[in-house]
């Protein structure tokens, strides 16, 4: 046990690490971009004095590692300040879209998981069959068309054309706006369907290909022979090449989640779904720094945390694994 | 890869045919784009009676319609193709080089000098691609260049972890320690024992880059982050979304959309059969 | 007394790109209640066909062509699946070869002898727990080690959790494949002491299957010794001692006899033949330093010799001279082309 809690400790503090580089290329960025962030705001009528003052409000008279430092703690502490353009302060707007990206995300993962692995396993399992050779088909084409064109085929085929689905947003205004509100609000679910749809079919193609890989590899295990000697079940056999099979999959979840986000992005801005990525693209283009740099920040983090969950639901996962 | 081995594969493979097929086809209409493209990539389509065709659907003249500002989409696709090749093929090659050459040195020398470049590909695995290169683009100005190198940025992560794992192993290979004992330096040995063994598996790793590459670029431009100059099918699709074309207008939005799935998937097929090729395992029986 | 296991003229054959591979080429056998048979030959030889026909699981280009398996009189080549399936494990069970890696890796040793135990009916679990417990006793595991997963244990600890395993559920007929090959020298000799104690204490009917002549003459009551595919002599143990199979005669040559020490070593030159498309007359012919042209023509059929002894030769009346010339290393140097 001891290992494993070094080894925590350890994949703790390079996700630390990581998260510093982060911030710091951030920041860099922010200060080395072309112009005065006040620009944006000032017009003629602003008089030498007041931008000194609005600049000093804003901290940005100070020696550059006095600002690096309050940065770098305001990050950590989750005060990101206000937005340029709105009232509430960026925290609260945040909490929002997190939520908001987490409910189109998190069913889409599950979905694209459990489903990915059961296709994809039985796929596997019966090489050479029609439903293998389809399924890897169809992975194949939905793995090369880009998600977003799907999404805007999807929207232009049932939003528009047939319209049996929502064009958009994820719930109407007046709707309900807590988390397990909109859980049990049809409204929500008929939202989500489209966008949900066109992440997992997408997302579910990784899953299928690499199950189906792994299973072809361990269907030439001697085990499997074995368990045939000792009388057992195809079904119970199954089970236990599913089991063997599934190891390389942690570990693709975790590549998995960082690429989530880059179909999530998309995806939000095709269906005006108001989650981080929306935000963040609206913010750039409104040049919002404070919500920018919070929405990029947050991604990251997410990010590393599913990377270190996954790392370490592969040592409990494979029994082999041993932490030195 | 000997010849009669390669047909083998092309063979049992006719999807890797066709997309060979595909990718020489995307490759003579981006040479040879001057030549198909009636309009230049954003010229109007003036009609015959210098009126501005907005919005028109397929005709024989503008045989995939036109845009809302009048420009033929037929032509845009076409040299949207340059586009693609482009960022494909220099993102690809860019990335490639780095991760190898980056996987190489660290997987051969080893000791701190591995520490440090492993630490730098967790920090580039850590951060959402799409997100950051948004920032980054807002921050600069969009360019085809900028979009190039962030890719290759992206990039460069997996195929240094996959040939540093493979130059761990060749690594204690007995030609390498025949070499060594023969008295070759270590920069010797690295490009021209060890190197040739890896290429291979770069190689394939250059299939997936100009898939990314592509991708990526399709992506940003359709955010509206993309290089305004360059015509690319990203860029078309963008305009598409905010004329709000896709209400109405297919022949706008389909083209572009279909040309990046195939591009991708031809070479994602090539890539699969080249994958075969390395790895036996995978090969159906 | 009904013999436990009988085989009857049986051919396995298997699919393969060049054709199909005559892997055991109409063999009978049988296999008396409490006896051990050895089946020794060298790889390729169709023991190991043999050992997976009888457990039913030969791999998916393998089929059974002709012939009869007969376990306690029912011919197992025809029953449907279910009923096959209860056998296995149940009233036969299997002691693979210790190079595999025939558990599971991501479960724990109890939890696979648990899953024999539970595959052909309800248990509960203190007596399950009895059982393995008593189980791993036998073959000198601590018990404390259940818990732990097959990569934690040694080849030998391996094959010792099988040996328990394949005593779970008491079977008849205990089919032991290469159980010692790839074990080092003592741990093979701990194994064998184990399968010895299943024999004769435990009065448990074997099949060992084995290319190492050594082994079959320490443990078993009878030998069958095969060759591409064919049974070229069988008897009890004076096979070892008087062969009367010229290929029999390589084979005890090839192994070490503690009491001739200064004997050398000689190894029969040659491969061994093709399955697909074997020579006409007697399959060994080409190896076989005696052989004369008849040889090649007609195949030899396996005759009882004296009683309880078949062999299959043409020359067997030369073989007392045979014998005597075996033992000289020139005798085997040319390779004799078919």
């Known amino acids: 046990m001891g290992g494993f809690r070094r080894y925590l400790l350890r994949r703790l503090a390079q996700a630390g690490f990581v998260v510093w580089c982060i911030l710091t290329i951030m920041f860099l960025l922010f200060k080395l971009m072309p112009g005065d962030p006040t620009a944006i705001f000032v017009d003629n009528n602003f008089t030498e004095d007041m931008i000194q003052r609005q600049r000093m409000l804003w901290g940005l008279n100070d020696p550059w590692w006095v600002q690096y430092l309050r940065y770098l703690r305001n990050m950590?502490?989750?005060?990101?300040?206000?937005?340029?353009?709105?009232?509430?302060?960026?925290?609260?707007?945040?909490?929002?879209?997190?939520?908001?990206?987490?409910?189109?995300?998190?069913?889409?993962?599950?979905?694209s998981v459990v489903f990915g692995t059961l296709i994809g396993a039985y796929a596997g399992w019966t090489r050479g069959s029609v439903f293998e050779r389809a399924a890897v088909a169809t992975s194949l084409v939905l793995h090369s068309v880009p998600s977003f064109f799907v999404g805007i085929l999807a929207l232009m085929v049932f939003s528009y054309q047939l319209r049996w689905l929502p064009p958009g947003g994820m719930v109407p205004l007046g709707g309900p706006d807590t988390l397990w509100g909109m859980l049990a609000s049809p409204d929500y679910w008929k939202h989500l369907v489209l966008p949900g749809l066109v992440l997992v079919s997408r997302e579910i193609t990784g899953p299928i290909l690499l199950l189906r890989s792994s299973m072809l590899e361990v269907k030439g295990s001697d085990f499997l022979d074995m368990l045939r000697?000792?009388?057992?079940?195809?079904?119970?056999?199954?089970?236990?090449?599913?089991?063997?099979?599934?190891?390389?999959?942690?570990?693709?979840?975790?590549?998995?989640?960082?690429?989530?986000?880059?179909?999530?992005?998309?995806?939000?801005?095709?269906?005006?779904?108001?989650?981080?990525?929306?935000?963040?693209?609206?913010?750039?283009?409104?040049l919002d720094f404070p919500v920018a740099q919070a929405a990029l920040y947050l991604m990251a983090l997410v990010t590393l945390a599913l990377n270190l969950i996954a790392d370490l639901l592969y040592g409990a996962i494979d029994p082999r694994v041993t932490y030195e | 890869?000997?010849?009669?081995?390669?047909?083998?594969?092309?063979?049992?493979?006719?999807?890797?045919?066709?997309?060979?097929?595909?990718?020489?086809?995307?490759?003579?209409?981006?040479v040879a784009a001057p030549l198909i493209a009636p309009y230049g990539p954003f010229e109007v389509a003036f009609g015959p009676d210098r009126s501005v065709p907005r919005l028109a659907p397929p005709s024989a003249r503008n045989w995939f319609g036109t845009t809302n500002q009048g420009m033929d989409v037929f032509s845009q696709l076409v040299w949207g193709s340059r586009v693609a090749l482009t960022v494909g093929l220099l993102s690809a090659l860019g990335s490639v080089v780095v991760g190898t050459l980056i996987g190489l040195v660290s997987g051969y020398f080893g000791g701190w000098i591995d520490d440090v470049l492993m630490r730098l590909t967790d920090v580039a695995f850590g951060i959402p691609f799409l997100p950051f290169a948004?920032?980054?683009?807002?921050?600069?100005?969009?360019?085809?260049?900028?979009?190039?190198l962030l890719v290759i940025f992206f990039l460069w992560r997996t195929t240094a972890r996959v040939i540093r794992a493979q130059t761990l192993s060749?690594?204690?290979?007995?030609?390498?320690?025949?070499?060594?004992a023969a008295g070759a330096g270590h920069w010797a040995i690295l490009f021209r024992h060890i190197?040739?063994?890896?290429?291979?598996?770069?190689?394939?790793?250059?299939?997936?880059?100009?898939?990314?590459?592509?991708?990526?670029?399709?992506?940003?431009?359709?955010?509206?982050?993309?290089?305004?100059?360059?015509?690319?099918?990203?860029?078309?699709?963008?305009?598409?979304?905010?004329?709000?074309?896709?209400?109405?207008?297919?022949?706008?939005?389909?083209?572009?959309?279909?040309?990046?799935?195939?591009?991708?998937?031809?070479?994602?097929?090539?890539?699969?059969?080249?994958?075969?090729?390395?790895?036996p395992r995978l090969r159906a029986v | 007394m009904d013999p436990v296991l009988a085989l009857e003229g049986l051919e396995v054959r298997y699919a393969t790109r060049q054709g199909e591979a005559r892997a055991v080429d109409r063999v009978s056998l049988a296999l008396a209640e409490g006896e051990c048979l050895g089946l020794v030959g060298e790889s390729g030889c169709g023991k190991s066909t043999i050992a997976r026909a009888v457990m039913g699981i030969l791999p998916p280009n393998g089929r059974i062509a002709a012939g009869r398996i007969r376990f306690r009189g029912q011919d197992l080549a025809t029953l449907d699946p279910e009923r096959s399936r209860e056998l296995r494990g149940r009233r036969m069970a299997l002691v693979p070869q210790s190079a595999m890696n025939?558990?599971?890796?991501?479960?724990?040793?109890?939890?696979?002898?648990?899953?024999?135990?539970?595959?052909?009916?309800?248990?509960?679990?203190?007596?399950?727990?009895?059982?393995?417990?008593?189980?791993?006793?036998?073959?000198?595991?601590?018990?404390?080690?259940?818990d732990d997963y097959p990569h934690q244990f040694s080849g030998g600890m391996r094959q010792r959790a099988m040996i328990a395993m394949a005593m779970a559920l008491d079977p008849d007929l205990i089919v032991a494949d290469e159980p010692t090959t790839g074990l080092d020298v003592v741990v093979q000799d701990q194994i064998l002491q184990h399968i010895r104690s299943l024999h004769r204490e435990q009065r448990k009917t074997m099949l060992?299957?084995?290319?190492?002549?050594?082994?079959?003459?320490?443990?078993?009551?009878?030998?069958?010794?095969?060759?591409?595919g064919r049974a070229v002599e069988t008897g009890d143990r004076a096979v070892f001692e008087r062969p009367l199979h010229p290929y029999t005669l390589g084979l005890c040559n090839a192994f070490p006899d503690l009491d001739d020490g200064g004997r050398a070593l000689i190894s029969i030159p040659g491969a061994p033949p093709d399955l697909v498309t074997p020579p006409a007359g007697c399959r060994f012919a080409p190896r076989c330093p005696f052989a004369e042209n008849h040889c090649s023509e007609a195949e030899p059929a396996l005759l009882e010799v004296e009683p309880g002894r078949h062999a299959a030769c043409h020359r067997l009346d030369r073989i007392e001279e045979f014998r005597r010339r075996a033992r000289d290393p020139d005798t085997w140097q040319t390779e004799r082309k078919s």
């Open chain 1, 76 to 111: 950590l502490l989750f005060d990101f300040g206000h937005p340029f353009f709105q009232n509430e302060s960026v925290a609260e707007i945040m909490l929002d879209k997190v939520r908001n990206t987490c409910l189109m995300i998190v069913p889409a993962l599950l979905v």
């Open chain 1, 229 to 286: 000697a000792k009388g057992l079940g195809e079904g119970r056999i199954v089970v236990h090449a599913t089991r063997n099979a599934l190891l390389p999959l942690v570990t693709y979840v975790a590549v998995m989640t960082g690429i989530l986000f880059q179909g999530q992005v998309l995806l939000e801005i095709i269906f005006a779904w108001p989650g981080l990525g929306r935000e963040l693209v609206q913010a750039l283009t409104h």
């Open chain 2, 1 to 30: 890869m000997t010849g009669p081995r390669f047909l083998d594969v092309l063979g049992r493979n006719p999807s890797a045919a066709v997309g060979l097929a595909l990718i020489c086809g995307f490759v003579a209409l981006a």
């Open chain 2, 134 to 148: 948004l920032v980054v683009i807002a921050m600069a100005e969009p360019s085809l260049g900028l979009v190039i």
């Open chain 2, 170 to 180: 060749l690594k204690e290979r007995p030609f390498v320690w025949a070499a060594r």
């Open chain 2, 195 to 279: 190197a040739p063994n890896v290429l291979p598996l770069s190689f394939l790793y250059v299939a997936v880059g100009v898939q990314t590459g592509v991708m990526l670029e399709a992506a940003l431009s359709f955010l509206g982050f993309g290089d305004p100059h360059a015509q690319s099918w990203g860029i078309m699709l963008n305009a598409a979304f905010r004329a709000g074309a896709m209400r109405t207008a297919w022949w706008w939005v389909l083209p572009p959309g279909v040309a990046l799935s195939l591009f991708v998937m031809a070479i994602f097929m090539v890539g699969r059969a080249y994958e075969e090729i390395l790895n």
């Open chain 3, 102 to 146: 025939a558990f599971d890796p991501v479960y724990t040793v109890r939890a696979q002898l648990d899953e024999a135990i539970l595959a052909h009916g309800a248990m509960a679990a203190p007596a399950r727990a009895e059982r393995i417990a008593a189980l791993f006793a036998r073959v000198g595991l601590e018990i404390a080690r259940l």
């Open chain 3, 208 to 228: 060992l299957i084995t290319h190492d002549m050594a082994v079959v003459a320490e443990n078993c009551d009878r030998i069958a010794v095969m060759y591409g």
